[in-house]
């Protein structure tokens, strides 16, 4: 396999022109700085509109060094380059509805109750863009939401329902790579193209012709694994794909291969989940090196949407007065912790991308603050000069985007210095609690007792491998107290319990003599079919255990 190639010169043309356009405005045959203009609610200037591209299981980490160096990303280097990078940014739940719901309302996920993919909020919930929409925005959304309840396989939900029952069964196809088409093929996922398309599309035809502001939304699968129908009718997405376009944009030479500890010195919990990802098995050094250079290619995919979007606003003058923000969800273990997919607290799963370019805000600028997807709501709602309701969970981040006067910023309600993540779903037997600080995450689970606590010094320890949360006891005591303030995580815990075993009561009463039938044909039908009655009965001792607890 190469390692570093050029650029498609699609890609290369694009991002010259962008560049151009971005760094210059020009009036007659004289180019100046772009006019970029004010921003933020004591501004007189006209409102910013906004685009916002979310993509889905993006590692923050390869939007700055040393993670930037696997994989060719042209237009997030744009974007750092004429705006701002976070270097700390954090999901509030590392899964798609419930991290999605937490953006889209700026509420924590124990607020949401958003505790797994089927549960999100309700359709008419009032989000940050249906107050914008209110306050004169034009609004437009294209490509995945999900942020509603609802939705995913019968077998996401169960397995969430499930996760407390004595129990291990594997979950998901093993993790897997696959190349398609040739060095020509660029539209791999075909889907997300065609709703960058309609977007771009968008800006083009319509956005050009409005007299108020716009605000976009389109949100991307990419670089979320494909599906992997080899595993059943009820199959999990365990299928890193891409094209040998894409792979040429991976350095080969400089993917690192995550160490892993034995299995018998996992935590209980990163064992469970290795376990139900289907990881736990022997994986040879080059699988590990492929599924990781095959997601990065999808990563670079994903980068090239992007350029789409911010090549129409190029060309239509509308670049100089937009914001731009570019995020994901949540990101990917890629094979880090012995792990694929998210549901972890660890840096490869929580850690998100947040970019932002546009008017005002600070150019080729790094912040380390530890900030969190839920503030985005009132980051949009100051924007666009909408009174921000104190009830959220998140805070403006125009304070440190933006150039502003000293004495505006010091009355402003500013970040804490801290950030909270919650997940409650599958593969993952017990709730689990993320307060993340300047150097130290600390991870609490379930009650605080029953499962050991982690801590980790990310300045000494930035891959995670030594849990010190019994080498430093006044830290760990601190950090817990903390975050008890934050939320009574026990009692979330304890109502999150509380409710997928009623959740499971209903569904298996809703399937009457058809339960055993279907119970056993899901994404765990490999195992469970070995030995069905085993697994029915540990079911059965668990719904008779503190049914109303």
Not at 121 to 146: A, S, V
Not at 304 to 312: D, H, N, Q, V, Y
Not at 359 to 367: E, M, R
Not at 480 to 503: E, M, W
Request: charged share 20%; glycine share 6%.
């Amino acid at each position: 396999m190469r390692g570093r190639c050029r650029e498609g010169p699609r890609t290369v043309v694009l991002a010259a022109l962008v560049l151009l356009l971005v760094s210059t405005r020009w009036e007659g045959s004289k180019a100046r700085p772009v006019a970029w203009g004010h921003l933020g609610a004591g501004s007189s200037q006209r409102a910013r509109n906004v685009v916002m591209v979310m993509c889905d299981a993006f590692d923050g980490r390869l939007t700055f060094y040393p993670g930037n160096q696997t994989v060719i990303l042209p237009f997030i280097n744009l974007m750092k380059r004429y705006g701002t990078v976070f270097l700390s940014a954090y999901t509030n739940s590392p899964i798609c509805c419930p991290s999605r719901a937490a953006m889209w309302s700026g509420l924590f996920t124990h607020l949401t109750e958003s505790w797994n993919n089927f549960k999100g909020l309700d359709p008419n919930y009032t989000t940050w863009m249906d107050l914008m929409q209110k306050h004169g925005y034009r609004t437009q959304k294209y490509g995945k939401l999900d942020y509603t309840s609802g939705h995913h396989s019968v077998s996401n939900r169960v397995e969430a329902w499930t996760r407390d029952v004595d129990f291990l069964l594997r979950q998901e196809g093993r993790p897997m790579v696959n190349l398609t088409g040739n060095k020509t093929f660029v539209r791999v996922m075909e889907e997300d193209w065609q709703n960058t398309d309609k977007a771009a599309s968008w800006i083009r035809k319509e956005a050009t012709n409005f007299s108020q502001p716009f605000v976009l939304y389109l949100g991307l699968n990419l670089p979320h694994p494909y599906p992997s129908p080899s595993t059943g009718e009820n199959f999990g997405s365990s299928t890193f794909l891409t094209s040998p376009y894409w792979l040429e944009k991976v350095t080969y030479e400089a993917i690192k291969i995550p160490k892993w500890p034995p299995l018998s010195d996992m935590h209980p919990v990163d064992y469970y989940s290795s376990y139900t990802k289907n990881c736990t098995g022997k994986f040879k050094r080059k699988e590990i090196r492929d599924i990781r250079a095959f997601y990065y290619a999808m990563c670079a995919e994903t980068d090239a949407m992007l350029g789409e979007i911010i090549s129409a606003l190029s060309d239509t003058g509308l670049l100089k007065r937009t914001i731009v923000i570019f995020t994901a969800d949540h990101g990917e273990l890629a094979m880090e912790h012995q792990q694929f997919y998210k549901m972890s607290m660890y840096e490869a799963s929580s850690h998100v991308p947040l970019l932002v370019m546009g008017p005002n805000i600070k150019a080729h600028h790094h912040l380390s603050n530890v900030v969190s997807l839920v503030d985005i709501y009132p980051t949009m709602l100051d924007i666009a000069r909408i009174p921000i309701p104190q009830n959220l969970s998140g805070y403006s981040l125009i304070p440190l985007l933006a150039e502003m006067a000293e004495d505006e910023v010091s009355s402003r309600r500013l970040h804490p210095t801290w950030i909270l993540s919650e997940f409650h779903g599958c593969n993952a037997n017990s709730s689990t609690y993320m307060l993340r600080t300047d150097k130290w995450k600390y991870i609490a689970y379930s009650d605080g007792h029953s499962v050991p606590p982690q801590l980790f010094d990310l300045s000494a320890d930035p891959d995670e491998l030594t849990n010190i949360a019994t080498t430093f006891p006044e830290v760990t005591y601190s950090l817990d107290k903390k975050l008890r303030s934050i939320v009574n995580y026990p009692r979330i815990s304890a109502s999150v319990h509380k409710y997928n075993k009623k959740q499971f009561i209903n569904w298996k009463q809703s399937l009457g003599q058809n339960y055993s039938n279907v119970i056993a044909n899901l994404r765990w039908h490999q195992d469970w079919l070995k030995d069905p009655r085993k697994y029915e009965d540990a079911i059965h001792r668990w719904l008779q255990m503190n049914t109303n607890a």
